[in-house]
């Protein structure tokens, strides 16, 4: 399994989406390879992972600096049950690119606000008509005009999109340099997604 978590806007949760969903399938799947590839250039995953190793908590999986050149090595690399999350970087399209072309499955995180909403559609134009993937919408505020609109606005346009919501939790800031804890949230959206490539 290749999941690439991409948006072609900042500050959406890739990485914090791209760390919660391999420690979920590391909690179903406790046997198998699971890596990550950090494309992004500010290494958020892999500064993650650093300071998870120095606070005495190291994560269950492996994260890995990676680039254009080494991503497809990766993906070969992989064994039946085995699983490869990307954390792609915002502004680079090659690399965007190189995310989805591997993947089974692209999740694209957007806020529930105009700019972000706006950069989805243009992170879909970089995906193949077969292509599986699925907006996850972040930071949502339940019971909001906002997020009433904004999923108004991908179904009105049969743009797909899970179920599941990301509410605003301060747990997900707080656990930023420690293993995650479990999530039910991020739990449901792996389920999802696993559903959804059957």
């Keep these: 399994m290749i999941v690439a978590t991409v948006n072609t806007k900042g500050g959406v949760t890739k990485t914090t989406t ?26 958020s995953a ?14 269950p999986f492996e994260v890995q600096v990676s680039n254009v050149k080494r991503l497809p090595r990766l993906a070969a690399d992989l064994n039946p049950g085995d699983a490869l999350f990307i ?30 909403t706006a950069r989805v559609w243009e ?36 743009i797909s999109r899970f179920d599941t919501l990301v509410t605003l939790k301060e747990k997900y800031p707080q656990e930023y340099g420690f293993r995650p804890t479990p999530d039910t949230t991020y739990s449901d959206v792996l389920a999802e997604m696993m559903e959804a490539m059957q």
């Design 123 to 158: 992170t879909l134009r970089a995906l193949e008509d077969d292509q599986l993937y699925a907006v996850l919408i972040v930071f949502a505020r339940l019971g909001t005009n906002l997020l009433r609109d904004t999923k108004t606005a991908f179904d009105s346009e049969n």
């Design 46 to 59: 892999s500064e993650w992972a650093d300071l998870a190793t120095d606070n005495g908590q190291p994560l």
């Design 87 to 116: 954390d792609a970087p915002p502004s680079d399209s090659s690399l965007i690119q190189a995310a989805i072309d591997v993947a089974n499955f692209v999740i694209i995180p957007s806020r529930p606000a105009g700019m972000d």
């Design 18 to 43: 791209t760390i919660y969903l391999a420690n979920e399938y590391r909690l179903r799947n406790p046997d198998a390879r699971i890596v990550i590839a950090d494309l992004d250039k500010q290494g």
